[in-house]
């Protein structure tokens, strides 16, 4: 059973258009929020974002954008 929080209170963004498709979002996320498609990032679970943080801070382009521990 995938984890989740409070439903549609997540601050979670996501840029497509500066995502060049790194991956790194995928690989440092501990939820698995994140898949890829046709070459980008894609958020697929956005409940299941716990706001660590770790995506924004490692994204090189800064297309993800999360307030840490709002929702």
Do not use: W
């Amino acid at each position: 059973m995938a984890l989740k929080y409070m439903e549609n209170v997540v601050s979670l963004e996501l840029d497509q258009d500066q995502c060049f498709g790194c991956q790194i979002c995928l690989q440092v996320c501990p939820h698995e929020v994140f898949k890829m498609n046709q070459g980008k990032a894609v958020i697929i679970n956005r409940d299941a974002c716990m706001e660590c943080g770790a995506c924004s801070k490692n994204c090189p382009t800064s297309a993800i954008n999360v307030k840490s521990g709002v929702g």
